[in-house]
């Protein structure tokens, strides 16, 4: 035997795959659920890295442009268990679940002549079991799949016609390990046998004629290169380490025994350091498993659960191996690439060069384009071992790549919301950056702040934080600051004109995650200067509010609940156990602290600045007055109460409670002479809109805030000692459903990703704030009354009952759907539809909207009495689309005729209808029209766009504007435009297919009305588009809706949707952004919003609570 050396061929882990195991989440929610992620299949070719999941999503990562996409296997998210992956003409991957689901998709791609559209084929009724094994034909026209029953199933994909025909194919008596397709012979290995199914003549053959001695997990696969089916090449797996090698006829030609090899020492992979155990289990015996040939002739791959092997056949040497390191679930290979699923989500890449790197002689040549810009990139993996925490200089100007970021900072909540470049052959708003690039250019490292450091104003701490107050235009260079890293030539746009209100709506708001400090967050209080959270253990941990990373200090143990005055200046716990409250004398970390006995059997504490609420065990509701730092406890007074209060917040004369139905009450009468208060209102606006509050708390500026029982947030305002109820007449919800989707790709995701493993502790974006807020406040973990929302100058803060929470520093915008109910209507009218337009000769917009598709009625907006005007429809007419602008408004008739009915200042209704002569468009029949201010968009039921200039209907004798037939997008068959919508001032043109997909006309100009080209909008299915002058709402099929940010003159599309409170069954919004609908119980809804601003953070004199020399030495900012 032979051995073989050399650097080159020196197989290992290179560095960790972070930017794809951050990209998929460890945890997502189901209703009140946080259900773990699993990873459960992989597959990698040179483009995409497939993982199927526990949850039923597969996640796909454009190893290319570095962009993850993710896709949902519908039913009840079973887990995946195989996936399987093929680039041909067209890019197709396939996943088989444990029901035995089988799903096909077309994935959209780039390159011109290639898919835009993704598209889904499924495999239905023949597997009932799990799927456990997939296998592509070269061409993507077959696909095989077996399941854990032995049934083998063909399926017939014609993608141009849009059809997948599966067939079953024949039944094994055991499990499907291993399927292989090649030149018209599919190879088949099973518990029992492996064997030769011959396509075209439906003949089987088995590999050779021995059983086995044994049943297992043997698979075998075909040597590859070979392109007739008579020189076909098999290698099967067989129990004691032996391998066949037999030809097309089932012939065995060679028997290589394998086990004398594994008598010596076993080279083993090596693999980047890892924290923690990463032993596992090894049987006593040696076995092959699944195999596949691998990177050089007579190289074979060889897994199971528990070992991986790379063997040379022809020389009889064990190339490498992975043993003892943990349960392997999955393995995949490209040409010198091996992926290895092991554990519950660990992926490790094993290779002989470090990925992207150009002197890997394996990259084709059709790559050289994409990888000569990796090629000079530094090996990562070499410079973290090294210079862990290290700086990152000197770095090479041909490795950097430009990007363009829309930077914005919410009142001091650092949100980087992108707007990048991908790569010539996508679209212009993806970033070039991929995910190796923002590691190798991201080095995060911990800066030791002296003791003088740690005085500094938080204005002092970020010396650069007054840039992103600026309304973000002009670029502004991106130095080493906060993160303490280098970005290479990269730019923040930033617009140096001061925050103004009316940029707010222009973008959503930004919620920052942050973990706590121990397990699970049962209260959270903010004070003026700290954050205190207690866990379900009893553990209270303090620390100064973030300026970057959180320094958690552990304040006591044993606490039930705990309750702080607004200024930090008094603190109360209730004692475990006893359920005593107790008072601290001067709050200290280090030293002795004294506690004072306040009261016995306490369930609840709330605290103001001189004041102590408490409700006892049995209900009953206690007062205590005149505290302060000498004196933190004092006598008790009952109050009476109408009812058993569960939860009571206090602060700066105003008091609130909630009784264990979840009512909410407020304490009139309360003053600077009487601390008790006169008497217990209930409020009766929390009853009218049927709010559950979980829990309450009163903020700065007057506000007061609830949590309810579905994870919405709602506040009031106008909140005082005077009108203690508030000045509005109803809640205010907030949006924390977060981003809908963000654009894959860009630096902001990347970003997050790269910040995971700290924890969000570089102030990231959360996603999905309302899904992580929907957990563990309803668990039976502890029977004690949750605290999870609380509110200082600096935002909103919001806990999520596990061990992390939210915070929103910036503004916050209020959500309230106003019922209106026409003057001469009532209430229970139900309305069909609502429209609407620009005025022509006053402010303000007109409602066109219908009971029926029969009767048609126009309503000035800003009518006080809303007095609606009828509005004749031509005569045995019914319209099924209106569309108005200033001067007309056009209607869509049953049979695809357009009537036009011209609006004027002295008959702002119209007078009468005219039909539109539609002759030049011969017998196309319209199914979509949309009016601007000058031009008229149409659609028909093909698909087909049509433009046209003018509003107005001509005398049919002179000449007519001609109708421009304009190209729709480039979609598979059976997938045509069916809506088409432009906004009142003509610069946007949006559409929606008859599978709900989202379009947008790019390029249109005053000088190129038409625009030039059709871009797909991910992120969501539409059933209705609406559009003002600014922006584009969309209502979804289940009635949510949502609005587009970032959309330019230069930037049409957008960057992502953001969904608001409420559902509806109709939408429309006026020109000036205004949204009406018609509402799910058929009443029509005016969306009313407000805007809360928080204050900059304060400098505090030191009240009695915490100061910086009582918190730990030296601090550490990420």
């Known amino acids: 035997m032979s051995t073989i050396s050399g650097e080159q061929l020196a197989l290992r882990e290179f560095c960790p795959l972070y930017y794809l195991l951050n990209a998929i989440p460890a945890k997502v929610q189901k209703g009140f659920r946080s259900v773990l992620v699993y990873l459960t299949a992989l597959d990698a070719n040179s483009d995409y890295i497939a993982v199927g999941s526990s949850i039923g999503m597969l996640y796909l990562y454009c190893r290319r442009v570095s962009q993850m996409n993710k896709y949902n296997i519908e039913g009840k998210s079973e887990a995946i268990t195989a996936v399987k992956l093929l680039s041909c003409f067209d890019d197709l991957v396939a996943v088989g679940t444990a029901s035995g689901q089988v799903a096909l998709f077309q994935l959209v791609s780039q390159l011109p002549g290639r898919n835009k559209q993704l598209r889904r084929f499924d495999v239905v009724g023949f597997h009932k079991s799990p799927v456990t094994a997939l296998a592509w034909s070269a061409n993507g026209m077959k696909l095989f799949s077996g399941d854990d029953k032995g049934k083998v199933v063909y399926s017939a994909v014609d993608l141009d016609q849009g059809v997948c025909n599966p067939v079953l194919l024949f039944e094994e008596p055991s499990a499907i390990v291993q399927l292989e397709y090649s030149q018209k012979v599919l190879l088949i290995s099973s518990h029992q046998r492996s064997l030769l199914f011959y396509t075209q003549e439906q003949a ?89 040939c691998f990177l050089r002739e007579g190289w074979v791959l060889s897994w199971n659960e528990y070992s991986v092997y790379v063997l040379d056949c022809l020389n009889q040497v064990i190339i490498g191996a992975l043993e003892s390191s943990g349960d392997i679930v999955s393995v995949s290979c490209t040409e010198n690439e091996i992926f290895i699923l092991k554990g519950d989500r660990d992926i490790v890449r094993i290779s002989n060069t470090p990925e992207g790197l150009a002197s890997n002689h394996i990259l084709r040549v059709r790559d050289a384009v994409d990888t000569g810009t990796q090629a000079e990139r530094p090996w990562v993996g070499e410079r973290l071992s090294h210079q862990r925490g290290g700086s990152v200089g000197g770095t090479n100007e041909s490795r950097s790549r430009s990007s363009s970021i829309t930077s914005w900072d919410s009142a001091q909540g650092m949100t980087l919301s992108t707007t990048t470049e991908q790569s010539e052959l996508s679209s212009s708003r993806y970033s070039a950056i991929n995910q190796e690039d923002f590691q190798q250019e991201l080095v995060v490292k911990a ?85 205190w959270c207690l866990d379900f253990k009893g553990g209270l941990y303090c620390s100064a509010l973030p300026d970057g990373g959180l320094s958690w200090q552990k304040f006591e143990e044993n606490v039930q609940q705990v309750a702080l005055s607004p200024s930090g200046s008094l603190l109360w716990k209730v004692e475990q156990k006893t359920m005593t409250a107790y008072a601290c004398g001067k709050v200290t970390i280090k030293g002795k602290r004294h506690w004072y006995k306040a009261l016995e059997d306490c369930a609840f504490v709330a605290l103001s600045e001189d004041t102590a609420w408490i409700i006892s065990t049995s209900g009953d509701l206690y007062l205590q007055t005149g505290l302060n730092v000498d004196r933190p406890c004092a006598r008790a007074v009952k109050v009476d109460c109408p009812c058993p209060m569960a939860q009571v917040a206090a602060r700066a004369g105003v008091v609130w409670a909630l009784s264990e139905h979840r009512a909410v009450f407020y304490r009139e009468g309360l003053s600077s002479y009487c601390s008790e208060g006169e008497m217990w209102k209930y409020d009766k606006i929390s009853e009218s809109q049927g709010l559950e509050p979980i829990c309450i708390a009163l903020g700065e500026n007057n506000t007061a805030w609830a949590l309810d029982t579905s994870g919405s947030l709602w506040f009031r305002t106008g909140v005082s000692a005077k009108k203690p109820q508030g000045e509005d007449d109803h809640w205010w919800q907030v949006s924390i459903t977060d981003y809908v989707v963000f654009d894959q790709g860009s630096l902001f995701q990347t970003l997050i ?55 929103a520093k910036g503004s916050l915008s209020g959500t309230f759907w106003q019922g209106v109910v026409p003057r001469g209507t009532v209430s229970a009218t139900k309305w069909a539809f609502v429209y ?82 539609l002759s030049q468009l011969g017998k196309v029949r319209l199914i979509s029209i949309s009016c601007g201010s000058q031009n008229v968009w149409a659609c028909d039921g093909y698909g087909m766009v049509y433009f046209r200039v003018g509003t107005q209907h001509l005398n049919p ?53 038409v625009g030039t080209d059709w871009e797909h909008i991910p992120g969501l299915q539409a059933s209705q588009l609406v559009l003002s002058v600014k922006t584009v709402w969309v209502r979804c099929p289940n009635g949510e809706v949502a609005r587009r940010y970032g959309i330019t003159d230069k930037n049409p599309a957008g960057d992502y949707w953001k969904k608001i409170p409420g559902l509806v069954n109709w939408l429309t919004v006026t020109p000036m952004d205004e949204l009406w609908a018609v509402s799910v119980s058929g009443g029509l809804s005016h969306r009313l919003t407000k805007t809360l601003v928080h204050n900059a953070v304060k400098s505090h004199a030191n009240t009695g609570s915490l100061s910086g020399e009582d918190l730990e030495e030296e601090w550490e900012v990420i």
């Open 753 to 807: 990703q790269a910040t995971q493993n700290v924890a969000t502790a570089t102030k990231a974006p959360v996603e999905r704030v309302a899904e992580c807020l929907r957990v563990a406040f309803l668990s039976q973990q502890s029977q004690c009354q949750p605290s999870l929302v609380s509110s200082n100058a600096t935002g909103v803060w919001i806990a999520s009952g596990r061990n992390d929470f939210h915070v």
């Open 957 to 1009: 004798s002179m000449m007519l504007p001609a109708w421009i037939c304009i190209e729709p997008p480039e979609q598979p068959v059976g997938v045509h435009l069916i809506r088409i919508h432009t906004s009142p001032n003509d610069r946007m043109l949006w559409a929606i297919d008859n599978r709900g997909n989202v379009h947008v006309r790019t390029g249109i100009t005053d000088e190129m009305p």
């Open 204 to 292: 089987l053959q088995q590999l050779g004629t021995r059983p086995r001695k044994s049943n297992g997990k043997y698979g075998a696969c075909f040597q590859p290169g070979l392109c007739k089916q008579s020189d076909l090449l098999v290698y099967a797996a067989r129990p004691g380490l032996r391998l066949w090698r037999t030809d097309i006829r089932g012939l065995v030609e060679d028997t290589l025994v394998l086990k004398p090899l594994f008598n010596q020492e076993v080279p083993q992979f090596e693999l980047f350091p890892r924290l923690g155990p990463t032993g596992g289990y090894r049987p006593q015996e040696r076995q092959l498993g699944m195999v596949s």
């Open 836 to 917: 609407s337009s620009a005025v022509l000769s006053k402010e303000g917009s007109f409602l066109w909207l219908g009971q029926s598709k029969k009767d048609l009625f126009c309503v000035w907006d800003q009518d006080g009495q809303m007095h609606p005007n009828t509005v004749q429809l031509p005569q045995d007419i019914e319209m099924v689309q209106l569309s108005a602008c200033r001067d007309a408004l056009w209607g869509l008739d049953q049979h695809g005729r357009v009537h036009i009915r011209t609006l004027s200042a002295s008959c702002p209704t119209g007078m009468h209808w005219n039909l539109l002569d």
């Open 447 to 531: 800066i030791k702040v002296k003791k003088k450091a740690k005085r500094r104003r938080q204005g002092d701490l970020f010396g650069m934080t007054q840039i992103f107050y600026a309304d973000l235009r002009e670029p502004v260079q991106l130095n080493s600051w906060t993160f303490a890293c280098s970005f290479s030539r990269v730019t923040y746009d930033c617009h140096l004109t001061g925050l103004s209100f009316c940029c707010v709506a222009q973008l959503a708001e930004s919620w920052m995650g942050y973990t706590g400090p121990g397990c699970g967050i049962l209260s959270l209080v903010v004070t003026d200067r700290y954050i």
